[in-house]
């Protein structure tokens, strides 16, 4: 891998996490998925030679556990699921150059190979340890097979991860007061031989893998809290029939845990692609085995797999490390944790069969808020995003530019663009340039939408309607103001003609995020071929000279369907939990559904404050001017706060919790009479008010100035 930025003359590949092969698919789901595709196609569109592979997780005992429930084996249950995710990643434009899954040939070869290596490499040894047994069921108990209470937070844990509390990831034998998910019944633990990888050997490497990791905050951040707590071996075998063999014949009737082969199905399916289209096209040894550019999109409950255990495992069987690692933030609805049980979820087949376009999903999910931040999604935001942003500013740029071309010049006016419109076309494949390299889908959307925003600033303010009428020319250079150029119809054909590439422009550095769209705008213009295959370059190569009469590529969505779409969703929510007052809460499967629900929010307190004392408090709105991360402290970040009156130095404990990079602009709350405290060496004048575990940052949600005082 390379530091430098992209297009590097090296290959690249980027993954998401695998989607586990156990349900239904979630906007939740969907985030990570359509940032890791907006990232590779951008890649692609700054000539960056990249592939972009995933495949279904198949193993695992939740597959096991509801495959039996069904009464099928656990191949045919995650084969079915797999197949829909299949069908549906494409109907979200998410192109993968391969998708594949765990439990075929080339996955179980690698994987296999992979840990022999290690084994031959003195990274594996053998270890007796405290494994959970059903004497009921006459079974030891793998993974979620057990439940029981996290030893380090106290909250409900399953089997190996701690999902509902601090999300660590358990040892067998680390869950106290077990119960086997089987019978219900107290487990006891019993002596096993398993198989452990020695990661506490990897302490130096991993130190040295995180100051060089790119991506975002949290994926850096995060991990070295764990390394300076002293890395435990990790444990790789669990005792169950569903799964890839541990090779060799010593191992018994184990399989493999879960997260060694599912990271390893990056590489089989980069191999799978490489079978495909020959080493010619694409050599999956440069990116694996050489100094290619691999890049992970995650989910934040996942961090700690793919920045320790999973480049420690690279690093002992001799592949190349990544490059970088983005994890991404949560999804909420309408402000409450996503909740499959309660259906309190957008799935992804429900969106489709509403008949909204994939690309106002995708662009919604990629340019609110930053890649590590969670979204909050709901109907009036989502209407919110696309009314104002794609069909006011966008789409009314587009379609007013290229009607007007149309009409007036049966296509591109032959002229010359204009230095300042060049310029502003240079300035948004810069943004451009630098999101990416920032790994920043927000920054690209907002590069394409800025780009759109100038280009109505622009026809508005030259009026190129004004000039193609049948005034004399001395009629209009009287109503022009003092000091302009003469007006008329050869300015007009310069205003069209900046506008045209301004629109081309827009269609390049839309594709990323929103291709089916793009796409269509594209043949607007009269290009031939996919826009998928511009390169920034084209964003200021000449359009055709000529082209068909546009249409609006967005549309409006109405106040009446949005009322009818949150119905229709509150009305799933209130059937799901009359549900539960008969049936039990199954625990969520999916990866992205460990939020918290409001059954898990703190009691309010008795005690209350009079308004007098509310009085006393000095909160106040304040604008981040600057945030950084403070030396030697995890948690801590230093913000500059401007609340009117002053700038404030504040000390906020998330430095792991939100892009740093990405503040700057932010509006928050204050709470300004805090008395003053030291920490880590830096004084702290206020406090900066945030809810919940994660530190969502409270906000205004309107135009408040910073100083105003809140009552």
């Not at 290229?402 to 296509?411: C, H, K």
Request: hydrophobic fraction near 35%; include cysteine.
């Amino acid at each position: 891998m390379s530091n430098d930025e992209f297009p590097t003359d090296r290959p690249a590949v980027v993954t998401c996490g695998l989607p586990y092969a156990n349900g239904d698919l979630h906007i939740g789901h969907l985030r990570g998925y359509i940032g890791a595709d907006t990232f590779n196609r951008a890649l692609g569109t700054l000539g960056q030679q990249s592939a972009y592979v995933c495949g279904s997780d198949m193993h695992g005992t939740p597959v096991a556990v509801n495959a039996e429930k069904e009464g099928i084996d656990p191949e045919e249950f995650a084969l079915r699921w797999h197949e829909q995710y299949e069908e549906t990643f494409p109907q979200f434009s998410v192109d993968f150059d391969n998708y594949g899954h765990t439990h075929d040939g080339t996955n179980t070869e690698t994987t296999q190979e992979i840990v022999r290596t290690l084994e031959e490499e003195g990274h594996i040894y053998e270890k007796e340890i405290q494994v959970a047994y059903d004497p009921d069921a006459d079974q030891y108990l793998p993974d979620r097979y057990v439940e029981g209470t996290c030893p380090y937070c106290g909250e409900r844990a399953r089997g190996d991860e701690c999902d509902e509390g601090c999300q660590r990831h358990l040892e067998p034998g680390e869950v106290e007061d077990p119960h086997s998910s089987i019978t219900g019944n107290v487990a006891e633990y019993r002596e096993r031989a398993h198989k452990f990888f020695r990661v506490s050997e990897f302490e130096a490497f991993l130190t040295d893998f995180l100051d060089d990791l790119e991506g975002t905050s949290n994926a850096r951040n995060q991990p070295r809290q764990w390394i300076e707590e002293g890395l435990q071996d990790w444990c790789i075998t669990r005792d169950m029939d569903w799964g890839i063999d541990y090779p060799g014949e010593a191992a018994d009737d184990l399989v493999l845990y879960v997260w060694v082969d599912a990271p390893i199905e990056y590489i089989s399916s980069s191999k799978q692609y490489t079978d495909r289209v020959g080493k010619g096209e694409y050599d999956w040894e440069d990116v694996w085995r050489d100094d290619g550019e691999i890049v992970h999109v995650i989910g934040r409950d996942i961090i700690q797999h793919h920045t320790i255990f999973w480049p420690a495992m690279l690093e002992g069987a001799g592949y190349n490390t990544p490059r970088a690692v983005a994890a991404t933030g949560f999804i909420t609805i309408n402000g409450k944790g996503l909740s499959t049980s309660r259906n309190r979820a957008i799935w992804a087949r429900e969106y489709l069969a509403e008949g909204f376009h994939p690309d106002l999903l995708r662009y919604y999910l990629m340019t609110t808020g930053g890649l590590q931040q969670d979204v909050d999604f709901s109907w009036d935001a989502f209407q919110e995003k696309v009314n104002g942003e794609l069909v006011g500013t966008v789409g009314n740029f587009l379609y007013r530019s290229l009607l007007f071309a149309y009409r007036n010049y049966e296509g591109t006016p032959e002229a010359e663009v204009s230095a300042e419109v060049e310029a502003r076309i240079h300035d948004a494949i810069e943004e451009f340039r630098e999101s990416v390299n920032d790994y920043s889908p927000r920054g690209v959307g907002g590069a394409m939408t800025r780009l759109a925003q100038f280009g109505n600033e622009y026809i508005q303010r030259n009026e190129p309607w004004k000039l193609t009428d049948e005034k004399s020319e001395a009629q209009r250079d009287s109503e022009k103001p003092s000091g302009d150029e003469p007006r008329g119809p050869e300015q007009a054909a310069q205003v069209i003609r900046d506008c045209v590439q301004i629109a081309k422009a827009v269609g390049v550095l839309l594709e990323p995020i929103a291709p089916g769209k793009a796409q269509a705008l594209w043949e607007q213009l009269g290009e031939d071929g996919d826009v998928a295959d511009a390169r920034l370059e084209a964003a200021l190569e000449a359009p055709p000279r000529n082209f068909e009469e546009p249409g609006e590529l967005f549309e409006k969505i109405e106040d009446d369907r949005v009322a009818e779409l949150e119905t229709k969703l509150e009305a799933k929510i209130e059937a799901a939990a009359g549900d539960e007052e008969t049936e039990s809460d199954e625990a969520d499967e999916a990866e992205s559904d460990d939020m918290t629900d409001t059954d898990d929010l703190e009691p309010l307190l008795e005690d209350r404050i009079s308004f007098d004392e509310f009085q006393e408090l000095d909160i106040r709105v304040g604008r981040i001017e600057r945030a950084e991360g403070i030396e030697g402290a995890d948690e801590l970040a230093r913000l500059e706060v401007d609340i009117g009156l002053e700038t404030r130095q504040v000390v906020a404990g998330i430095k792991q919790l939100h892009d740093l990079e990405e503040l700057p602009g932010t509006k928050v709350v204050l709470l300004a009479n805090m008395e003053p405290a030291e920490l880590f060496g830096v004084e702290s004048n206020g406090m900066v008010l945030a809810a919940g575990e994660q530190a969502d940052l409270l906000t205004t949600h309107g135009d408040a100035d910073p100083g105003e005082k809140v009552r």
